[in-house]
């Protein structure tokens, strides 16, 4: 099925709720065509986050990195990524026959990203991506930062569990960014991002996550899918070290202001119930190197006041 041009329920029920938006806002803006100005965008990526269900129908996201050039548009719907995920990745087999996929191309030193929703099947030892949804994405909450150094040697095994370990909760109160996969039937899969100041993820107990939902371009269409589907995929990426993340389970929206207004500048608040962790340490060959907060964050807290990232031996904002 060719999403583009169709409007999608999900969003415009978001943006109803929201006040947002209109006729024709969101999805069916975008066509399935990469523009030609993209095409040395997505050839310069070193990493790309991709979004999916696993044979289980389970959301996840995870990250496929290389050398420049791993990832090229070889025509105009068509982008070919010499790259899978991980060993003991959820996604990792799951593109054998063709199903949706969302793809986030995301260049933090420049914070300019871009998406890219489709279906894709495995090749081999690289997927295959055709473009249903192509869309250039605002930059605001991404923190700028640049890679320092490739680490080859492979990752290791995949840890896995039913919920947070210590560790873990406190990697996630300390992160500022994560990366979230969302799927509806008929509308396909999407793969974005959400920034704050560290603090802004709150860990309500090892199987319930919350996190403000701010101010957007009004398209809404993470929101959009799950309001249609609440499965999820979170993925939080241990920039320093590699090491990936991942949570599936389902998300709520709570518009409730009196909760909203915990969180400077939410608009709502999103509640993610844990049903699988998966925790895979050098996933990612990449290492980065912090540079700066986005100017648009703002405190995590209605208390907190923005200060200097503390970097420990281990996690990264």
Not at 50 to 74: C, H, K, L, M, Y
Not at 158 to 170: I, P, W
Not at 211 to 220: A, E, G, K
Request: glycine residues 10%; proline residues 8%; charged residues 20%.
């Amino acid at each position: 099925m060719d999403i583009s041009n169709v409007e999608h329920e999900g969003e415009q029920a978001i943006q109803r709720q929201a006040r947002e938006g209109g006729p024709e806002w969101g999805s069916p803006m975008f066509g399935p065509e990469i523009p030609h100005g993209f095409v040395p965008f997505i050839r310069d990526q070193r990493m790309l986050v991709i979004a999916g269900a696993d044979d289980e129908g389970q959301i996840w996201s995870t990250v496929v990195d290389g050398p420049t050039g791993f990832a090229r548009v070889v025509d105009e719907r068509t982008v070919v990524i010499d790259a899978l995920p991980a060993p003991g990745d959820p996604l990792r087999e799951a593109f054998h026959t063709e199903r949706d996929i969302g793809v986030l191309a995301l260049q933090p030193q420049t914070r300019r990203r871009i998406r890219m929703n489709g279906v894709a099947r495995r090749d081999g030892n690289r997927l295959v991506l055709r473009t249903e949804q192509v869309l250039g994405n605002c930059p605001k909450y991404l923190q700028t930062r640049s890679v320092k150094a490739t680490v080859p040697g492979g990752a290791g095994p995949a840890v896995t569990g039913e919920e947070l370990s210590e560790d873990q909760q406190r990697w996630i109160e300390g992160a500022g960014t994560f990366f979230i996969g969302s799927l509806s039937p008929g509308h396909g899969a999407d793969s974005s991002h959400r920034g704050g100041m560290p603090g802004f993820v709150t860990v309500a107990g090892p199987r319930t996550i919350v996190w403000p939902d701010y101010t957007s371009n009004q398209f809404y269409m993470t929101l959009g899918n799950m309001h249609l589907n609440p499965a999820a995929g979170l993925l939080f990426l241990d920039w320093e070290n590699g090491h990936t993340l991942q949570l599936t389970g389902q998300g709520r929206i709570d518009w409730d202001p009196a909760r909203t207004r915990t969180y400077p500048g939410a608009l709502r608040v999103v509640e993610f119930d844990i049903a699988k962790v998966v925790q895979i340490d050098h996933a990612s060959s990449l290492r980065w190197e912090f540079h700066a907060y986005s100017r648009f964050s703002p405190s995590a807290r209605a208390d907190d006041q923005p200060t200097e990232p503390t970097v420990s031996a281990r996690r990264q904002p």
